[in-house]
């Protein structure tokens, strides 16, 4: 970015202190500008976000929690809102960027989870639990793969504090049933696991 913002200025200064005689200056000029404004105030939102570091004593232990969420486009969430209780079975899949076995397992739901709603109606959420440092790869893989459920940045990284294990492997996977009770835990990912989830949420369902 400041790389990106320092070569604008070296094209913007030399042309600002020409006298802009036709409209093709000009248009270029702005044009330029609006990308260094636009970048500038994209940058400024980046760094708007600051890691909470909350006492662990006050983050709430049971279903739905009260962790902050931030999707890639920086709006911010309550896991309360975001798990909130229904009718139908919740899978929370945790994972890093840096991760193998996290991109393998998520491209596989990816794949199945318009099929499996076809069975077995139930919501599924993507949680990264990526550093601070590593949030604008988050974004970009987010981006980039445009999953059909829900993706959000443990940006201040709580549910270590509030799971038990403390998330220690990844990916990790909970499913819950309606009544907000852990009915199924993963750690680690073996090949064709993804083939077993329909069946655990169809078991959820059912409690």
């Keep these: 970015m400041r790389r990106t913002n320092d070569f604008l200025f070296m094209i913007l200064l030399p042309t600002s202190r020409k006298k802009i005689n036709s409209e093709k200056n000009f248009s270029l000029f702005f044009y330029l500008a ?5 970048q500038s105030v994209q940058l400024g939102a980046q760094n708007s976000l600051v890691a909470l570091h909350r006492d662990p004593a006050l983050l709430k232990k049971e279903f739905p929690y009260n962790i902050r969420l931030i999707d890639s486009a920086d709006k911010i969430f309550n ?9 139908k079975p919740l899978v929370i899949v945790y994972w890093l960027t840096t991760c193998g076995p996290c991109r393998y397992e998520l491209d596989n739901f990816k794949k199945k989870f318009t099929t499996w709603q076809t069975e077995q109606s139930f919501a599924l959420v993507a ?12 974004i970009k893989r987010v981006e980039l793969e ?4 829900p993706t959000f940045h443990d940006f201040d990284r709580e549910f ?3 799971l038990e294990g403390e998330l220690n492997g990844m990916p990790q996977i ?34």
């Excluded at 993963?186 to 069946?199: F, I, Q, S, W, Y």
Aim: aromatic share 16%; no cysteine; hydrophobic share 45%.
């Design 146 to 149: 445009k999953f059909p459920f």
């Design 174 to 207: 909970f499913i819950y049933n309606k009544k907000g009770e852990i009915v199924f835990h993963k750690r680690g990912l073996l090949v064709g696991d993804e083939n077993a989830l329909l069946a655990l949420v169809k078991e959820a369902a059912k409690k």
């Design 34 to 38: 609006f990308i260094l404004f636009f």
């Design 160 to 162: 270590p504090n509030v």
């Design 127 to 138: 949680i990264s639990e990526d550093f601070e440092a590593n949030r604008a790869n988050y």
């Design 79 to 87: 896991s309360a809102e975001v798990f909130k209780k229904s009718d």
